[in-house]
């Protein structure tokens, strides 16, 4: 275990914004973090503990006074392999990415169309990550935690997770709580690519890939093209991927709306809901590519918005609170973001 003081966040949040935390703890083992916590309340101590992972989707608006605590776990185990699945335990500190590439070099399928998303395996259990038709739900069976306030074990099924479209339990009533520690998937020998999300196929013709050729490392570096097309590079510019979740309207709203603007696109949700694309309604508010100070909103993607150097995290939220509110004066919807806000 490594216990840094007065650390910087500048490397552990993909803002790149330059606050510090009082204390940074690396854990190696459930073990260490478990003693940790124990010591920490026994102590008596009230200042708060923030379990993080690759810090992709969090906005720090001030210092952290409080410990920071961040898994250094690196192992892949499979637990059971039956029939036509494999059943493998992941460590909450392995780049997400990482993982889904050591998942396809060993021929276990799904998780192709999520290639490149940013962060770590923990937060993909939290965030319910997703794209381009995936979802980390699809996959993930249960999920191992320890609990913050105790210092025990505690295990998870999806059902328990309560998963829905970037959101769990662990956003809501379980808040804060419990430190994901593993998350086990379940995964295919099978390839059965999921080629009908917008793009796609398209992208596969443009590379001249058959599919029915097509192998799983083929369509994850067509992902990996399509992404970074659209979406910037954290190390180039600070950004936490979509900025807003994509706003669920009745569809008694969405009707008012597509009879104004027979070009807005939408997802189907159900008989009763509509999902409409945050980027589009920003963009019609005449934001993409724009800027305020030295918070921007990115000319290729106007769900994302961007540090253009040096940004603070108040200045981000000021720039996220008037995209707000001008959605909601052109179109009368609100749309919320997808990043913590954190301080
Ligand atoms: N659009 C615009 N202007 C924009 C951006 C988008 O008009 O500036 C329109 C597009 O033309 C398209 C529609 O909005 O018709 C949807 O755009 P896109 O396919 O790029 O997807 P998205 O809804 O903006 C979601 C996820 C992304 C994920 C993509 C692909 C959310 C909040 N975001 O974005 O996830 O990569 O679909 O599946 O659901 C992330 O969570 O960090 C993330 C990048």
Redesign the pocket.
């Known amino acids: 275990m490594i216990i840094k003081d007065n650390c910087s966040l500048l490397g552990h949040n993909t803002f790149g914004i330059d606050v510090k935390a009082s204390h940074f703890v690396d854990y190696d083992s459930v073990d260490e973090l478990q003693t940790f916590v124990r010591q920490h309340h026994d102590a008596g101590d009230a200042s708060p503990l923030l379990h993080i992972g690759g810090g992709s989707n969090l906005l720090f608006l001030s210092d952290f006074c409080g410990t920071i605590l961040h898994s250094r776990m690196q192992e892949i185990h499979v637990t059971a392999d039956e029939g036509d699945y494999v059943y493998v335990r992941v460590t909450a500190g392995i780049t997400w990415d990482d993982w889904v590439q050591y998942a396809v070099d060993s021929h276990w399928y799904g998780l192709e169309n999520l290639s490149l998303i940013p962060g770590e395996v923990g937060a993909s259990a939290v965030q319910n990550?997703?794209?381009?038709g995936s979802e980390a739900k699809d996959f993930i069976l249960f999920v191992d935690t320890v609990d913050l306030q105790t210092g025990e074990i505690r295990h998870f099924t999806a059902e328990e997770c309560r998963y829905g479209y970037?959101d769990s339990a662990f956003k809501h009533e379980l808040r804060g709580r419990y430190a994901v520690t593993h998350v086990h998937f379940r995964l295919s020998h099978s390839f059965r690519p999921r080629l009908d999300?917008?793009g796609i196929r398209r992208a596969l013709e443009e590379r001249g890939i058959n599919e029915t050729d097509l192998t799983a490392e083929q369509l994850r570096q067509t992902i990996i093209e399509i992404?970074r097309a659209?979406?910037p590079e954290p190390k180039e510019l600070g950004n936490a991927?979509?900025f807003?979740?994509?706003p669920v309207v009745s569809r008694e709203t969405f009707e008012r709306l597509s009879n104004k603007h027979s070009d807005m696109?939408y997802y189907e949700v159900d008989k009763e809901r509509v999902k409409i694309?945050?980027?589009?309604l920003?963009?019609q508010c005449g934001w993409?590519g724009k800027a305020q100070g030295r918070a921007g909103v990115y000319e290729r993607?106007?769900?994302v918005l961007v540090n253009l150097g040096g940004a603070t995290g108040k200045e981000i939220a000021a720039l996220c609170e008037r995209i707000q509110a001008d959605v909601k004066a052109q179109f009368g919807i609100e749309i919320a973001p997808?990043v913590n806000f954190i301080g």
Do not use: D, H, V
């Open positions: 990550i997703g794209a381009y970037r999300y917008g992404r659209k979406l991927g979509s807003f979740t994509n696109p694309p945050a980027g589009w920003i963009e993409k993607q106007a769900l997808e």
